[in-house]
């Protein structure tokens, strides 16, 4: 069975209190190396990010063309995988990977079979590689 832990031990602060309380308003010292990682060392989105992605979700969503999502994480990566079916694979995975931030860009759109589509320095820009797609289905209705 799984241990219990406490919110503050796994954001990397002590497990029982043992050390003093910060202020509100003070950051942490035990920042993550990188950012969009947590002091555990996993790689996430951000709320502005997330909310860019979701915003997209919703519209493929409305608009048929997506209909489940699953979201990964470990210490290099954030997957953010589309499914067309839920019993399908992957039809697109946005990942956010921020080790390649200054040589190729933190977020890439990859497509079922594996090949990046787009990849950038910003994740509107990269999505942008949906913009057509959500075009087209405007111009539908």
């Given at each position: 069975m799984a241990d219990i832990v406490t919110l503050d031990s796994y954001r990397g602060g002590d497990a029982g209190g043992q050390g003093a309380s910060q202020p509100t308003g003070q950051k942490?010292?035990?920042?993550?190396?990188?950012?969009?990682q947590n002091a555990a060392g996993h790689?996430?989105?951000?709320r502005r990010e997330f909310d860019l992605i979701l915003r997209l979700y919703g519209v493929m969503v409305a608009a048929g063309e997506w209909r489940d999502y699953a979201i990964g994480?470990?210490?290099e990566s954030c997957p953010f995988?589309?499914?067309r079916r839920t019993?399908?694979?992957?039809l697109y995975r946005i990942?956010?990977?921020p080790k390649l931030a200054k040589k190729q860009g933190a977020y890439a759109v990859l497509g079922a079979d594996g090949r990046v589509m787009k990849r950038?320095?910003?994740l509107a820009q990269t999505l942008g590689v949906f913009e057509r797609k959500v075009m087209k289905l405007v111009e539908a209705e």
């Open positions: 942490s010292a035990q920042n993550p190396a990188q950012k969009g790689v996430f989105f951000d994480h470990d210490s995988a589309v499914y019993s399908d694979g992957a990942v956010k990977t950038g320095r910003s």
